[in-house]
């Protein structure tokens, strides 16, 4: 049986007490988006998803999958996401990360997509600093990786380029925008795993075909 090209979801949600005004519309969105990876696996028989899932606030990480067939990813509800404190973003990315970083040692054929969703700048790492988180994204995005900076309420577009990611989309905190997001995540997820298919450059330009798609 032939080997199958792995591709690695990573999602790191913020969980922090100020998402709790729209938690029910991510809450729904996210769960859209479960339905989306699974029917990308099914689209790309070649490939072989598996998702890693990381929820975060001031009170600490939840490692809800790792590793896991994407046959395995469950919806999240207001039992296992609850806003609440501060926003230790740098931790979390560096907690998860490193997590899947060291657990891909060895391996050659997989790629990465890391897609961090917040609401608010990092107010509370003990563990990791921006330059850190820096330092470690630009070794990965050399190594088929790809990162994507989803946010809203805070200079986004700041925040990305401090941590050397380029792949950036802004949302306002309404229930109309926060779908269109999720809308628009998916469309440019289902590109990202064709560019796969083809070997082409995922590093970059990850929302791009769907800005376009938007303007026609």
């Given amino acids: 049986m032939e080997k199958k090209h792995q591709v690695?979801?990573?999602?790191?949600?913020?969980?922090?007490?100020?998402?709790?005004?729209?938690?029910?519309?991510?809450?729904?969105?996210?769960?859209?988006?479960?339905?989306?990876?699974?029917?990308?696996?099914?689209?790309?028989?070649?490939?072989?998803?598996?998702?890693?899932?990381?929820?975060f606030n001031g009170l600490g990480q939840k490692l809800l999958h790792f590793i896991d067939p994407v046959s395995k990813l469950e919806q999240i509800d207001d039992k296992s996401y609850n806003p609440d404190a501060s926003t230790p973003l740098f931790d979390a990315m560096g907690f998860s990360i490193n997590k899947l970083k060291q657990s891909l040692q060895g391996q050659t054929d997989f790629n990465v997509l890391v897609t961090i969703l917040t609401d608010g700048e990092e107010n509370a790492s003990r563990e990791f600093s921006g330059n850190d988180i820096k330092k470690l994204v630009e070794e990965l995005k050399q190594n088929r990786w790809t990162f994507t900076y989803i946010g809203t309420d805070h200079d986004v577009e700041k925040i990305a380029i401090s941590l050397s990611i380029n792949n950036t989309m802004v949302f306002e905190k309404n229930e109309e925008d926060i779908k269109q997001m999720f809308v628009r995540e998916q469309n440019a997820r289902a590109n990202y795993s064709k560019k796969n298919r083809f070997n082409q450059d995922t590093s970059s330009n990850y929302f791009d075909d769907t800005d376009d798609k938007k303007k026609k």
Avoid: A
């Fill in 8 to 55: 690695h979801n990573l999602i790191i949600l913020d969980e922090s007490g100020s998402m709790s005004s729209i938690k029910d519309t991510i809450i729904q969105g996210f769960n859209e988006l479960v339905q989306t990876i699974k029917g990308i696996e099914k689209q790309f028989p070649e490939q072989e998803h598996f998702i890693s899932f990381v929820s």
